[in-house]
């Protein structure tokens, strides 16, 4: 019998790229608080909104553009 390869029984997933948003919807989208220009943070899949001091996130490619999901940020 041979001994199972350890990389191809690993149970740990390979490190995954971040998800691309479609920069056409990063020219539309704005803050449904402050109405201003969102910032797209690619690493920690996020929109940030300086005005309103909020972060909102990005899950499975689709950014939650509600304030009671976003995470506040300082500055």
Same mark, same amino acid.
């Given at each position: 019998?041979? /001994?199972? $390869?350890? @990389? /191809?029984?690993?149970?740990?997933? *390979?490190?995954?790229? *971040? &998800?691309?948003? $479609?920069?056409? +919807? +990063?020219?539309? &989208? !704005?803050? *449904?608080?402050? /109405?201003? !220009?969102?910032?797209?943070?690619?690493?920690?899949? @996020? +929109?940030?909104?300086?005005?309103? /001091? +909020?972060?909102? *996130?990005?899950?499975?490619?689709?950014p939650i553009m509600l304030p009671?999901?976003?995470?506040?940020? $300082?500055?």
């Amino acid at each position: 019998m041979t /001994k199972p $390869d350890p @990389e /191809k029984t690993s149970t740990q997933a *390979p490190a995954a790229e *971040p &998800l691309r948003i $479609d920069p056409r +919807l +990063l020219e539309i &989208l !704005v803050c *449904p608080l402050s /109405k201003t !220009v969102l910032e797209y943070d690619a690493a920690a899949q @996020e +929109l940030i909104s300086r005005a309103a /001091k +909020l972060a909102y *996130p990005i899950r499975d490619g689709i950014p939650i553009m509600l304030p009671g999901e976003a995470r506040a940020i $300082d500055g």
